[in-house]
Structure formats: C-alpha cells, structure tokens
C-alpha cells in the first residue's frame, strides 16, 4: 500500500530533494486520507511508517535541543532598531530649593539619574541636556545646552557633568525641546524619546505645550515622557508638564524625594529591554 501511495523518483533528482518531493507528497495525501470516514488507522499507519524511514525529514519543523530540553532556535535573529534616550534636566535657579529631606532638588536630581543609569541597558543610546544653567540675565532665556551627545559609552561622562551643575537661571523648556529635536537627533536612526524633568513652569514667554503639538504635527516621532519633580501646589506648572507628554503620546509622572524620582526615571525609560548590564557610577557626596 506503502509503494502505491508514495511515488518513486528517478532521474538526476538528489536523495535530499526526492525525500522532500515525496514528503510533500504524503503529507497532502496524509491530509486527504485523514478527513476521510474509516481511513484514520491507516493514515496513522503511513505516518508512522514514514516517520520511521525519514525522522530527519520529519522532525524538520522542530528546532533541535540541547541537554535538559532547551531549544535552539536556528536562522536570522532580530534586529533591533537603536534606541535613544535624551533626558532634559531642569537647572533653573528653583532647583536650589530644598525637599522635605532637607537637600536641594538638584542634588537628589544628580543623584537619582546617577542610579538611573546603572539600570539603562548599556545597547540603548543615552545623551544629556540641560537649561537654566547660566544666571546671565541676556542670555537666560538661550541657556539650553547639550552636554554629552547620544551614545553607549558614556555614562560616566554624564555623570561628570552632572557633579558640576548648580542651579542659576531661567527655565527655557520650549528652546530646549525645539533644540533637541532640530539638533540632538538629527540624523539618529531608530527609536526616539525624551526624559524632561522639571520643577516649574516655562518663564521664557514660550508655550512648551505649542511645541509639543507641532512636533506631532511635524511628525518628527519624538515621545516626551515628563517628571514633575517638586512641583508642590503648582497647578500651572502640572497641567502645562502634563500637556507636553500627552502631545507627544508620552507619560506624565510627579516625584516629590529621590526614591520616587528614580522610580520615575526607570518607568519613563521607554525601551524594550530594561536590564541586560549596569555600569557603576559613584554618586555625589554633596553639594548642589
């Protein structure tokens, strides 16, 4: 019945492609048999019988396993698109303010996005910029700068720049994002966000939340997730932070200590893969 039902191949087909043709084969007349009434003993008996002569063939669906019965998964793996992460620290003069620990905003800021990055997984791009460093009165309203580009080496450069920080000046929020996007990602391939922390308001006469609509309008695919860090009993301040990131299909979160604006950062890191290395950095002492 065997011969009658799985064709011979002859000529110059090689062993490899006959067993394929004629598993092919079986396996539409296996189907055809089967739905059949009183014919399913004798399909399983093909089955079988061919699994018996070609269990190379047959087992080809299924991936082979190593001792203790993990797969290994062969063929192309997954390339993931680069992911980039820009945090946006505000170093307005109110960040010298203190919580209710008793030190100064920036200080529990420093060293929260200090922990922070030990838990970026070190594939993931990260760059810092930072406003209201600079206390000049003309150019308050321009003190956006990027301190360390995106990248995957440079965790203890942001941390340099983070120990020298002092809180001065204004809070340009809206320069600061409009920079971000013309220049920080310029020509950044893959996935794309922001971390804005802030304690207040944009004092530049500029609408943040207008930027963060155009952005979408643009389609410049740039999310915004945003922390409120001690933000109090500021109603302005919220609801103008909380436009930013619903514009930009981001998050909004508060912080009022260090725990929880750690915690923040960690829930606004956007990446698929939270934990696969740490690099340790020692955090500030002391000081703003």
């Known amino acids: 019945m065997t011969n009658q039902i799985i064709p011979t191949f002859r ?9 394929l043709i ?6 539409a007349l296996f189907g055809v048999l089967f739905i059949q009434p009183g014919l399913a003993q004798q399909a399983q008996h093909y089955r079988q019988n061919w699994q018996a002569q070609f269990p190379q063939m047959s087992n080809a669906n299924q991936p082979p396993t190593q001792q203790g019965g993990v797969r ?19 170093a307005s003069y109110s960040m010298i303010q203190p919580l209710d620990s008793g030190q100064t905003k920036m200080n529990v800021a420093k060293r929260s996005i200090l922990h922070f990055l030990q838990n970026v997984p070190p594939h993931v791009n990260v760059g810092l910029r930072v406003y209201g ?4 009165r003309f150019t ?7 301190m360390v580009p995106l990248g995957v080496n440079n965790r203890h450069m942001i941390a340099n720049n983070l120990l020298r920080l ?8 809206s320069l600061s994002l409009k920079t971000a996007i013309n220049q920080d990602f310029m020509n950044i391939p893959g996935k794309k966000s922001i971390i804005l922390v802030s304690d207040g308001i944009e004092t530049c006469d500029e609408d943040p ?9 643009q389609n410049v695919g740039v999310k915004i997730n945003v922390i409120g860090f001690g933000l ?13 990131a619903l514009s930009t299909y981001g998050k909004y979160y508060t912080a009022d200590s260090g725990n929880e604006l750690e915690r923040r950062l960690n829930d606004a890191l956007d990446v698929e893969t939270r934990v696969e290395g740490k690099i340790l950095i020692k955090p500030p002492s002391s000081g703003n």
């Open 11 to 19: 000529g110059n087909l090689s062993s490899v492609t006959k067993k």
């Open 166 to 173: 002092k809180p001065t000046g204004s809070t340009p929020i």
């Open 232 to 244: 109090e009993e500021m109603d302005a301040a919220r609801n103008q932070l909380k436009c930013i």
């Open 72 to 90: 290994q998964h062969s063929g192309l793996a997954k390339i993931k698109e680069p992911e980039n992460v820009l945090i946006i620290l505000d």
């Open 133 to 136: 460093h600079s206390d000049n």
């Open 140 to 146: 308050a309203c321009r003190a956006t700068q990027l």
């Open 209 to 217: 939340c207008g930027v963060a609509v155009n952005m979408v309008r």
């Open 22 to 27: 004629s598993f092919l084969v079986f396996t």
